[in-house]
């Protein structure tokens, strides 16, 4: 959706952090989301974030949130082969979820 | 998490038939289901949602028509391309939230593969 933007790829070393960084329109949004999708397969919630906190941690992922600016980001801690996948992050100012057009993660050894 | 299975995977179709996608909630009550459609290397377009007991709700520019929604059951929700083209073929995936209780969580079914040829 063109309300979420999103950088369309990332490479990233085995073992490094990888940071996913995402704007988003809608102000409104009770919370926002990051998703993961594999190669033919559906859509996984990996984590989300209520707009009232600024950073979230979740074992290897960190959400830092910046309201003001209306930017999110995704820290992937330790980055492994199987992160290999696109990252959606996603607004929902009602019940629908919009989304960014994923960010491409390869993760190289 | 709950888990929304969607079938079938995968279908191969010809042209001017009619492919139907079913949605169901295995272990709870989607009062909501939404059905997105992905294009190649792109996001998740919107293109229903879908109340159980009532019509579904459009996206602009999606033909009503064309993307029949059937959300009969608290558990099933139906999507089907009727008289496919092969412009429809894309990856199809639905979505269901018990929004009733303000769950903040959508559940994905795995996605539906649909080539029309």
């Known amino acids: 959706g063109e309300d979420v933007e999103q950088s369309l790829f990332l490479s990233v070393r085995e073992g490094d952090s990888s940071v996913i960084n995402c704007t988003y329109t809608d102000s409104s949004s009770t919370y926002l989301y990051w998703y993961k999708q594999e190669p033919g397969a559906g859509l996984q919630l990996l984590t989300y974030i209520f707009s009232n906190m600024d950073m979230k941690q979740d074992q290897r992922l960190t959400v830092l949130l910046n309201k003001k600016d209306k930017h999110l980001s995704l820290r992937i801690a330790d980055t492994q082969t199987g992160d290999s996948a696109i990252y959606f992050c996603?607004?929902?100012?009602?019940?629908?979820?919009?989304f960014g057009a994923g960010t491409t993660v390869t993760v190289r050894a | 998490g709950a888990v929304v299975s969607q079938h079938p995977s995968r279908v191969i179709c010809k042209s001017g038939t009619s492919v139907k996608i079913e949605c169901r909630s295995l272990d709870f009550q989607a009062t909501t289901m939404f059905w997105y459609r992905q294009f190649p290397k792109q996001s998740l377009m919107l293109m229903a949602t879908?109340?159980?007991?009532?019509?579904?709700?459009?996206e602009q520019g999606v033909e009503k028509d064309k993307f029949l929604i059937n959300h009969a059951s608290l558990t099933l929700s139906t999507l089907t391309v009727t008289s496919a083209h092969p412009e429809d073929s894309s990856f199809y995936i639905c979505s269901a939230r018990e929004v009733d209780r303000g769950n903040t969580e959508a559940f994905f079914g795995q996605g539906t593969r649909l080539t029309v040829v």
């Open positions: 879908s109340n159980e007991g009532s019509k579904a709700t459009y």
């Open positions: 996603a607004e929902s100012p009602d019940y629908k979820l919009s």
